[in-house]
């Protein structure tokens, strides 16, 4: 086999059309890459190719730069950041989280800032996923209820289901908006597997003053946690912004 010639037409794949049938193609595309690249060098063909690639291409792509934890491609998921698709930049930012990329702090927060600028709902993917890259390399120090996490599912932590409340009232207290909280199940072999999500952002009006936001939320949240029956192996992993987390649609 032509190596080269095969990364370029694995490459060439990644485009496939995601609404048709060739989209298994792009999939067995990303997973052949990912194999090769165990082997031989994919991510520099990958990486001239990027910019000329449709974004669902360009999320294989990030996908395979996270598998192989290659960082040569920190420059190029920068300058994701700054592209046309909101899950691209998202994307791209978790994988330069992945890539402990500490160099990348200033693109994440001008993407940040756009963000909010932009007056995104703040609980959405692409500011969740900028959040998180931020706090991961350090760059944001989010405000923790007292209650310390028990568990860490994937790069999030969890709090015992049985005390949801307990931690929704403490950030409450700490002057903290909650977006959403997922449940996870937790097994004997280690793993999480999710049990269900609770998003109530949409239902929020973040151009309230803030008190009346953090209020608001609150009450939501309890709301969706009222609804939760508690067992020692679920979890929840809890989102949450500050007052500096939202962009200039909420008053003071």
């Known amino acids: 086999m032509d190596t080269e010639h095969e990364i370029d037409r694995l490459i060439r794949l990644l485009d496939s059309d995601t609404l048709d049938a060739n989209a298994m193609g792009a999939a067995d595309a990303q997973w052949d890459l990912t194999a090769l690249g165990r082997e031989t ?71 940040w800032e756009t963000s909010k600028a932009r007056g995104d709902d703040p609980g959405d993917g692409e500011p969740w996923g900028l959040r998180l890259a931020l706090t991961s390399l350090g760059a944001r120090v989010p405000v923790t209820p007292a209650l310390a996490p028990a568990a860490r599912v ?20 700490r002057d903290q908006v ?32 803030w008190p009346e936001l953090v209020r608001q939320a609150h009450h939501r949240a309890r709301e969706s946690a009222h609804r939760v029956a508690p067992r020692d192996d679920l979890f929840a992993a809890i989102s949450w912004i500050a007052q500096t987390d939202l962009g200039h649609g909420a008053r003071r």
């Open 41 to 111: 060098d994919v991510v520099a063909p990958l990486l001239r190719a990027l910019p000329n690639l449709g974004s669902f291409a360009q999320l294989c792509a990030v996908e395979i730069f996270q598998e192989l934890h290659d960082t040569r491609a920190i420059g190029a998921l920068i300058e994701l950041l700054a592209g046309d698709d909101s899950t691209v930049r998202e994307w791209a930012a978790g994988a330069l989280a992945d890539l402990r990329a500490t160099q990348a702090v200033p693109a994440l927060r001008r993407a």
């Open 154 to 173: 994937g790069d999030v932590e969890a709090w015992p289901s049985a005390r949801l409340g307990e931690v929704l009232d403490q950030l409450a207290v």
């Open 178 to 209: 909650t977006l959403s909280f997922g449940l996870w199940r937790s097994e004997d072999d280690g793993h999480f597997y999710n049990e269900g999500d609770f998003g109530y952002h949409a239902e929020l009006d973040f151009t309230r003053p």
